[in-house]
């Protein structure tokens, strides 16, 4: 339960100035507060508190992952480099041919001091996989409690990725009313929540009071805009920031952070546009491949002045488990002229026999380098004759951006999320193959099956690859325990390497 308290912070949290004067204030600061090397480590996540308050709500924003995965481990976790660990299994093993994974519970007890049994579990994870369904790509894992500490989960074809989907922090095990079982406790404050580790509920014989954990230990989060974390980095008032993504990139270079604190996550998934409406213009496959022909994806790279992006052509950005290298589109060897030119005349045909093509609603987020990629596909469809208007994320669009990190290393992952049931535009044969690959018997079968599927679905192009996603972090010199990330999580409680 995430109980509430006062804090000398709030005033500075309800503050909620213009951007420019936010940005103003990390210009004009003259330097940072001496570094803080014992007290609570500092955390700013992008979000809103909202997010923070009903992190099961939106399970899938960076500032309820956060909250998450601190107060309700899943059965397992990520480290600090992004590999699976054990967090309430203590063990496991994997049968029939990686159908089956039994999950040995270690002892422990929830934040109210009851302790965890495996039928709770079960059923909470349960819920968990119904509330995250876009995660599962597909799967319907089949969970139940065999003993009082030990889970089993089935599914209808083997996929040894499965235990990364299980690490996610939206499948942390945390009951309706906020009750997790750690790593840490959680007390709201008016401006954010104060974590305290958990320590073992002592036994009859120990009745003994547990010494406070020391303040290097305990975590201060609050979820604000990108522009108030920055400034609050800058100042020295935060150790780490988390949530940063593509949209919020133009910010760190008017906010004069220090360029060395910046962490880019190698971060795998999908970014790019799917095809949400239904109109004639769209129905059209020439029209759609013109669409991702005349998009000049070097030229986005270079506005978000971010070495290292890595841009893309396909929706699956490796060979994974489909058994060969992904379908390349048929332009993507063609020179850039070229490719202008073919994709003119596809739209000239279309409009030749049509009239002229409609404007298109594009759904981005909020946040400057959404603008600049808004300004980079006008200035690209412009050379199509196509006009396009920008619309909110949430309202109703004719392409819609995706950006996500992948939640398991498997193409199935990828295609299923621009699959018929994500509501994009979508081969009908491509989504039989995939459920024919969820009940395959074999790991050849499986591979055949996703194989000729993600050839269909590049090949009707309902998805327009611009790259990878970008997530990074602001960390300081004191948090020697971060590291990057392919997952883009960062345990709170691995901040800090302990000494040897």
């Not at 009071?209 to 100042?235: E, G, K, N, Y």
């Amino acid at each position: 339960m995430i109980h509430r308290t006062a804090s000398r912070n709030a005033i500075l949290s309800r503050r909620r100035a213009a951007l420019p004067l936010i940005v103003g204030l990390a210009l004009l600061t003259a330097g940072c507060e001496p570094a803080r090397h014992d007290g609570p480590v500092a955390v700013d996540v992008i979000g809103t508190p909202a997010q923070f308050a009903k992190p099961l709500k939106d399970s899938r924003s960076p500032a309820a992952k956060l909250v998450l995965a601190a107060t309700g481990q899943g059965l397992l976790s990520f480290d600090t480099g992004g590999e699976v660990v054990g967090a309430l299994a203590e063990s496991w093993i994997v049968e029939d041919g990686g159908q089956s994974y039994i999950f040995r519970l270690r002892r422990t007890h929830w934040a109210n001091g009851e302790p965890v049994k495996a039928e709770a579990v079960a059923d909470l994870l349960k819920a968990r996989l119904r509330a995250n369904a876009p995660s599962l790509g597909g799967l319907a894992p089949q969970v139940r409690a065999m003993t009082e500490r030990v889970i089993e989960i089935r599914l209808d074809t083997a996929l040894p990725a499965f235990m990364q989907l299980l690490a996610q922090p939206q499948f942390a095990i945390v009951a309706a009313d906020g009750v997790g079982s750690g790593p840490y406790r959680a007390v709201a404050e008016d401006d954010g929540i104060a974590l305290t580790p958990l320590i073992a509920t002592p036994g009859d014989e120990d009745t003994a009071t547990p010494p406070p954990a020391p303040a290097i230990d305990r975590r201060q989060l609050r979820a604000s805009s990108a522009a108030l974390a920055l400034v609050r980095f800058r100042r020295g008032l935060t150790d780490l920031v988390l949530g940063g993504r593509f949209q919020h990139l133009p910010l760190l270079s008017v906010s004069d952070v220090d360029p060395r604190t910046l962490r880019v996550d190698p971060a795998w998934g999908l970014f790019g546009l799917a095809v949400t409406g239904s109109s004639d213009f769209l129905a059209d496959v020439n029209v759609r491949e013109a669409l991702s022909r005349v998009i000049d994806r070097d030229a986005l790279g270079k506005s978000f002045h971010l070495t290292g992006w890595r841009s893309a052509v396909t929706p699956v950005p490796a060979a994974l488990d489909l058994g060969r290298a992904p379908t390349q589109p048929v332009w993507a060897e063609g020179d850039g002229e070229n490719r202008i030119a073919i994709a003119r005349q596809s739209v000239a045909r279309w409009v030749a026999a049509h009239g002229e093509p409609p404007v298109l609603r594009v759904a981005l987020p909020e946040g400057p380098g959404a603008t600049l990629l808004f300004r980079r596909l006008a200035a690209d469809f412009s050379r199509l004759g196509v006009r396009i208007d920008r619309v909110a994320m949430d309202e109703r669009a004719d392409l819609t951006l995706i950006d996500e990190v992948a939640a398991f290393d498997s193409a199935l992952w990828y295609l299923a999320r621009i699959d018929c049931p994500m509501k994009i535009s979508c081969d009908t044969p491509a989504s039989a193959l995939l459920e024919t690959a969820r009940t395959a018997v074999t790991a050849e079968a499986r591979a055949n099956a996703m194989a000729e599927a993600e050839r269909r679905i590049v090949l009707h192009g309902g998805y327009i690859p611009l790259g990878q996603p970008v997530r990074w972090a602001l960390a300081s010199r004191r948090l020697t325990g971060f590291a990057l990330s392919a997952r883009g999580i960062h345990p709170l409680n691995r901040l800090i390497a302990l000494p040897n």
